[in-house]
Structure formats: C-alpha cells, structure tokens
C-alpha cells in the first residue's frame, strides 16, 4: 500500500453523472465533518482527452489522464473511485485492489456474477492489508434510511412481515430517446433492475438485516429499437450529429419480483424507467408486528412510523422530519429543521469511507455484500427466463 499521510489522495476513473456525484462528495466531506484524513482531489480519468480535461477543471480535480492503468500504478494515490459503466468495474477495481488502493466501486457491483466473485475475493484478500473496499449504494446513507434501519433494529415495528418496495423512473418512456449505455447489455449488465432495482434490495436488505433466499421475477422491453445515440454522457445523450439508425435494446426496462427473506419476511419489488411521471420514486414500505415505515426518496427528508403500541385514540402514521442532531448524519450539516438533498448521501458515503479507512474498521456495504446483491439480480433474470418460476439466491460465500 502507498505511503499513508493525513492526505487521503483520490483518484478517479469516470466523470459523468456519478464521477460529478462522487466529486461533490470529495470536494465537500471535510468542509461538514470533522474527519482524521483530508480527501485529496488528485486525478480523475477517463477516455475522452478533451472532456476528461474539462472535467478536470469543472469538478475540481488537481491533475486529469486517459490512462486508468497509470493512475492505478501511481505510488501517490490512496483510492480509486470507480465511475465507470459496469464493463470496466471488475478490471479497475481488481487491479486497485492489488497496487494496495482502498476502493469506492458504483453500483451495481459487475455486469456478471463471475466479475462480481472476482471482485469479492480480491477485496477479501486486500482487506487483511488493510485496504478498504465499498459498493456506492448511496441511499443507505439517506440520514431518513439510516434511521429506519435503527428504529427497525431496535424492535419498534416488531417481527418484519411485509417488505414493499419500488424504484420508479420515466426518462426512456419516448421510444426515441437515444441507446445509450445504460440500455446496452454489454455495458451495464441489466437494465432497470441492475441499475435502479439494485437500490431497493440494498436498501431493504440493510433496513431489514434480512437477506433474499428465492425469487419469481418478471421482465420486460416495452420499446426494443432505438436511435442510435451522438456521444453517451450519463443520462442523457443528443441524437443527430450524423449517426442514422436505430439499434436493439438489450436489457429490461421494467423488472417485478416476488421474495422471501431469510428472517420470514415476504416481499415485492419494482424497478422501472416506465412509470411516467415518476422521476425518482423510490419508495419503501416495511410492516412489522408492532408498526410499520415508510420512506419515500421524493421526500428524503421525512420517514414515517407507525406505532402499533401507542394507545388506539392515538394511533397513525406520525411524520418524522429527520433534520435534527440526534439523526444519523445530520450534526454535521445545518442548524435543526433544514433539509438536505440527493448529494449528501453521497458526501455521507465518502464521510464513512474515510472514517474506515483511519481507524481500520470495515465499512459496509462491501464487495461481498455487493456479490450478494447481484446473486439476487441474476436469480431475478433467471427466474424470468423460465416465465417466472421460483429461482433461489446462491449463497455470496461458499
Ligand atoms: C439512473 O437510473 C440513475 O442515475 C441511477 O444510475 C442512480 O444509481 C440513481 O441514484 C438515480 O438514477
């Protein structure tokens, strides 16, 4: 591992949507928390000269290359934050893994299983080196979420029976939005359910402290052809600067499942880029034996709770608005009662990634928290391959 200082110096490989999500983060983490290593914004990396340059300087990066290997190799960088589409996770990260940098991986973890595992194992092996791994599933680190999760913990909804979950997106409902990685399969592994369903079931896993055992899943492609994108960036890509043609989509853009969890619960889950009207509607409902809780992202800044044990005069559903000091997160940010938004979760990822990374504790979730996740992705297509039968979750250890 490179020689470590109170500088924490970051590398980055990607610098679309996520890479500006994760530069915000790097920028801003140690102007809010107080922390024992200051994050360094040393280079970021990606494959376009020009644009890696511009990014450079928009998002506040010392230095800026074309080469991930070089940057990977380089004894004066602590991390690598990989922001790349899913095709180049497994690569990147195993490598950084082995030059002895800590890494931050986007979710999901790989495009396949296989990757995945690879991925798992060489983050085992770095750990007993001290070197730190952690999968960006970001709205764990929601202040509200993380508060569901501590009121679950502590038994205030009681035994867990129903998980009711969605992840609800419209930006590809016109048929000529542009093919842009996100729908290829090669590049991003699944469509809806690895990018948006890979979300609820971090989230509901971690809320719960269950984990899936067996699905029935469905897919579907509603629109199968599309035009062929300019230049893909992010979300979002322009038609028309001469390429003609349409070209096939390649993976789901809608995905439902049913589950069972490993403590009892039962489940259903939704992830679409078809729900018109719904932007970021990711929203989940847990019902316990004692009461229940609900958080829905369009209102990030609230949770509701329902307490079965209070008197019946009293009961329904009371709003939480997690903004105060004693919420997790929040001491850091603003005097009580004002609202944060999308990119604090991910200053709060990098706030805990660094806080590993000085006092040597594990951070979560891992890469093999991460394996499981895509197992259950996969029993998911598996699942809808076979027009929906009951597919189980492998086992991520063996
Ligand atoms: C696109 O659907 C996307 O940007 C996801 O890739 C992100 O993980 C999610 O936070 C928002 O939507």
Known sequence: MSKQTTDLRIGMVGYAFMGAAHSQAWRTVNRVFDLPLQARMAAICGRDQGRVAEAATRLGWQEHTTDWRSLVGRDDIDLIDVCTPGDSHAEIAIAALAAGKHVLCEKPLANTIDEARAMAAAAARAEAEGVRSVCGFNYRRVPAVALMRRLVADGRIGEIRHVRAVYLQDWITDPQFPLVWRLQKDKAGSGALGDIGAHIIDLTQYVTGQLITGVSGMTETFVKQ????????????????????????????AALFLARLDGGAIATYEATRFATGRKNGLRVEINGSLGSVVFDFERMNELEFYDATRPAAEQGFARILVTEPEHPYMSGWWPPGHLIGYEHSFTHQARDLIEAIATGQAVAPSFADALQVQLVLDAVERSAGLGSTWSEVEPALT
């Open 226 to 253: 599309r035009p062929l994108p300019a230049a893909s960036n992010g979300l979002s890509a322009a038609t028309g600067d001469g390429r003609t043609g349409t070209g096939a989509v390649t993976v789901d853009d």
